[in-house]
């Protein structure tokens, strides 16, 4: 079952990360920030490098980091980038956390690593899986997970559009997903939401 977290929810996780000061939390914050506003995949935030996102008003997902494949001509699979925009507030935060790493002596090059563990390494799978459930159970919320962020950003994409075929399509582009059938599930979800709410009544 897809995992949502309502308007209430997601801004309760992102206060309860931005409340808290120090560096880790700064971080952290970005992470949750970046990921309810973009819909990127795990392997896809830990991937970021500084000059994916610095000045950027979008941000290429770059193929190393996506399961995201096409099918060639040939029958072979390729990985394939997309490119998804940052709005203005995402765009100010960002400039704001690459300030912060500079006054923290990290790495600021267009290769480093946008993420970096207390050790100064890439931030693995496993960390940013436990930097979310972390702040999750810290603000009283239920068995959501890091996917739980990428559900939530197409959730909230398709409440935007009456036009169903053109909610789809966007989703689909900004999600990186090769076809319609995946993108689909979240309609479905959104309709079994409608149906519990009409009944509730």
Same mark, same amino acid.
């Given at each position: 079952m897809m995992k949502y977290l309502s308007d209430k929810?997601?801004?309760?996780?992102?206060?309860?990360? =931005?409340?808290?000061?120090?560096k880790k939390a700064e971080r952290d914050s970005m992470i949750?920030?970046?990921?309810?506003? /973009? !819909?990127l995949r795990l392997s896809e935030i830990t991937g970021l490098? &500084?000059?994916?996102?610095r000045g950027k008003d979008?941000?290429?997902?770059?193929?190393e980091t996506t399961k995201a494949t096409i099918r060639q001509a040939d029958g072979t699979k390729k990985a394939r980038g997309r490119m998804v925009?940052?709005?203005k507030k995402l765009q100010a935060a960002i400039k704001r956390f690459l300030s912060l790493k500079l006054t923290w002596r990290e790495a &600021? *090059?267009?290769?480093?690593? %946008?993420? &970096?563990?207390?050790? !100064?390494?890439r931030? *693995?799978?496993?960390? %940013?899986?436990?930097?979310?459930?972390?702040?999750?159970?810290?603000?009283? %919320? $239920? +068995?959501?997970?890091? +996917? *739980?962020?990428r559900h939530s950003f197409?959730?909230? &994409? %398709?409440?935007?559009?009456?036009?169903?075929? $053109?909610?789809?399509?966007?989703?689909?582009?900004?999600?990186? +997903? /090769?076809?319609?059938?995946? /993108? !689909?599930?979240?309609?479905? =979800?959104g309709e079994e939401e409608l149906r519990e709410a009409v009944e509730s009544r």
């Open positions: 929810e997601e801004k309760q996780l992102l206060r309860t990360a =931005a409340d808290v000061k120090g949750l920030v970046l990921g309810f506003n /973009t !819909g490098n &500084i000059g994916d996102v979008k941000l290429f997902v770059r193929p925009p940052l709005s &600021i *090059s267009d290769d480093a690593p %946008l993420f &970096i563990s207390k050790k !100064g390494a931030l *693995s799978a496993r960390a %940013l899986q436990e930097v979310f459930a972390y702040w999750r159970d810290r603000a009283g %919320l $239920e +068995h959501y997970t890091v +996917h *739980s962020m197409a959730k909230r &994409i %398709l409440q935007r559009y009456e036009n169903r075929a $053109e909610a789809l399509a966007v989703v689909q582009k900004l999600l990186g +997903h /090769t076809s319609l059938s995946s /993108t !689909g599930v979240y309609v479905e =979800a």
